[in-house]
């Protein structure tokens, strides 16, 4: 028998995770989320994570979710587990994902949400008066040349002195496989915790896109020439909760 290799199919398979843990009551090890780096590291970790209950959330997303404000836009909102903390407050809160499957499971879990994103965010949208970019979702930023557009379009989308609440992680200390990677990123003029991914579900795979896991000081340094300034921070290990404001 004769056998060939070719690549996967493109396609939601983000979102196809998501639906297969939901579908399976997102019981631990329903559903594993499947990621592949351009080096050809892949790693897998159980989906249930974006289904994290309010009262379970980290001390850090919890945080976020107490300081956030008015009307509030959940960036890259998953499955809803922030969204739906902020509704049990009884606060305004929309999810943007651009997945479809992702924003289908959230709806379907009772989290307004709309398909989109950042650079492509639906009409009608703003103004904003918190960002909420949890789950290590400033790695939204995607890398130095990158983050001042993504930053921009954040503030085009803002009210102003709006917040924008982002965790983040600090790429030090990982294991070898990582800092070769770091090495190999700092070689091509790359950030060294600039990731290049795509997330896989059987025969299906999403586009290649670039994550960025950045330290405080990484962060400060790209925030300086946009319009958002440095409030706070709060650190647990290598993760942090930053508070930015407009303005």
Known sequence: ?????????????????????????AA??????????????????????????ADELSELDQRAVALAQ????????????HALALQQQ????????????????????GVAAELGSIAHPPEG??????????GNN????????????????????ARPGALLLGTGMDPAGSDTEHTAYQDRNRARGRMPG?????????TLATEWFDYLL??????????????????TIHEQGPKYLAVLRLG
């Open 1 to 25: 028998m004769e056998y060939t290799t070719s690549e996967p199919r493109i396609g939601d398979a983000f979102g196809r995770t998501l639906q297969r843990c939901w579908a399976a009551g």
């Open 138 to 157: 400033l790695g939204l930023l995607q890398g130095e040349r990158a983050a001042p557009e993504v930053l921009r379009q954040l503030a085009s989308l």
């Open 194 to 202: 600039q990731i290049r991914m795509r997330v896989r579900a059987g």
């Open 214 to 231: 950045l330290d405080p000081h990484e962060l400060e340094r790209l925030i300086g020439p946009s319009p958002w300034r440095w409030e």
């Open 90 to 109: 009884g606060k305004d809160v929309l999810g943007l994902d651009p997945s479809p499957g992702a924003v289908e499971v959230a709806r379907q879990r």
């Open 70 to 81: 008015g009307r509030i836009l959940d960036v890259g909102t998953g499955a809803g587990r």
């Open 28 to 53: 631990p090890g329903a559903a594993w989320e499947i990621t592949e780096r351009d080096d050809g590291y892949i790693s897998a970790a159980d989906a249930t994570r974006y289904f994290t209950p």
């Open 125 to 134: 949208i703003g103004p904003v008066d918190t960002f909420l970019l949890l």
